[in-house]
């Protein structure tokens, strides 16, 4: 009787065959082995497969806006409107077909407005003011983050006014009434000016109805270089409806200079500004205000000039730093004139923003005149 180990190996040798030999595949019967030589196997070239096409980069949109660490909460009725359904289209496709011309028309006629000039980037230079007629009971403009309006540095860029007979009146209280309602959103403005008009508002000017600006951005505009009681390189606002504030939302003001608030300006106009960053601005008026003898006057309010006598500035989660003044509140100037104003400050920092007059003792940056003292909680005041 075989072993085990010996059995196991006889049947391995006979399936296998030598070391040598082919081997032979298991069957039911066994072909003879032949003399004709095996024939190399040939390794089937791969098919060469065609290279995908290159796809295009997405074109970016221009920089974010605002302050991206603000954690401010944005009310319903602070938020970008819908655009969704258009009222009309600036362009066809083509930055050539979106003209100066094209805006100013869409402007007049109202309603909500959106930009078609292509994937990438494109800027516009105004060659007029684009005027909301008082009739619209709603103007949006909407950029998409891709068009930039620009002034040229010879005019301003956008103008709403209920007390111009011009755009036409509407009602007996120009200075109190409930629309045209003015929305800047997804847009840049830059290079806007209103040298030689006393009413300040280098890019935007709005007298009435309401306004708001969300995810825009304000570069190098420019207003009257002296002079008191005027301002806002970037926006200057008055009498808006029922005194409710004007929104910035998550936008950015750069590069501003005017004789005050070279950003922001207004007279009894109340604001809430979330998110949102102002730096590098100036304001370089002399003499202050009401302004000292032998001067022009102005110099206050690097990024923000308020005056008037009840209202409030509400600061969220929002950034102001490297801005300056020749006189007082290199960041913020605020006087209540008759003492009711309120400031509040929250989630904010204020930082290097030198006031070569004057600020308010213990408010690096700001000049406050208002009730009691401003409101500041988790925020940075810095010089």
């Known amino acids: 009787m075989l072993k085990r180990g ?7 040798l006979l399936l296998t065959g030598c070391a040598d030999d082919p081997p032979t595949p298991m069957a039911a019967s066994v072909a003879p082995v032949t003399s004709a030589p095996v024939p190399p196997q040939v390794t089937p070239k791969r098919s060469v497969e065609p290279k995908p096409s290159a796809t295009p980069k997405p074109v ?39 003209t100066s011309a094209a805006v100013v028309k869409a402007v007049a006629r109202g309603g909500v407005i959106v930009f078609d000039c292509g994937p990438a980037p494109v800027t516009i230079t105004m060659k007029a003011t684009a005027k909301v007629r008082n009739t619209s009971s709603t103007v949006v403009l909407d950029g998409g983050g891709r068009v930039t309006l620009s002034g040229g540095g010879q005019r301003r860029i956008l103008y709403m ?56 951005r304000f570069t190098g505009n420019r207003c009257e270089r002296t002079g008191p009681d005027l301002g806002g390189a970037a926006v200057r606002a008055l009498d808006q409806s029922g005194d409710k504030p004007v929104y910035i939302v998550s ?99 204020l930082r290097d923003n030198p006031s070569a007059g004057f600020e308010t003792a213990g408010l690096p940056g700001i000049f406050y005149l208002g009730r009691g003292k ?7 005041l810095q010089k």
């Open 374 to 380: 401003p409101s500041i909680s988790a925020s940075t």
């Open 251 to 349: 936008s950015t003001f750069t590069g501003g200079v005017c004789s005050n608030g070279s950003a922001l300006s207004s007279i009894g106009v109340s604001w809430t500004v979330l998110n949102s960053l102002f730096t590098g601005n100036a304001a370089v008026g002399r003499g202050a205000n009401p302004a000292r003898g032998g001067t022009p006057g102005g110099g206050s309010g690097g990024a923000i000039y308020l005056d008037g006598n009840t209202f409030t500035l509400t600061l969220d989660g929002t950034v102001i730093r490297d801005n300056k003044a020749t006189e007082g509140g290199g960041a913020i100037f605020f006087v209540s004139n008759d003492r009711t104003g309120t400031l509040k400050i929250r989630r904010s920092q």
């Open 6 to 12: 010996v059995a196991i190996l006889t049947v391995a």
């Open 161 to 216: 006014n209920t007390c111009d007979e011009a755009q036409t009146w509407t009602t007996s209280h120009c200075d109190d009434q409930p629309t045209p309602r003015l929305t800047v959103q997804n847009l840049t403005l830059v290079r806007g000016d209103s040298t030689g008009d006393k009413n300040g508002g280098g890019a935007i000017f709005a007298r009435g109805g309401r306004l708001k600006v969300v995810n825009s």
């Open 60 to 98: 970016k949109a221009l920089p974010k806006a605002g302050n991206p660490s603000g954690r401010a909460t944005i009310p319903a009725e602070a938020k970008a409107v819908d655009t969704s359904r258009p009222d009309r289209t600036v362009g066809n496709g083509t930055p050539a077909s979106c």
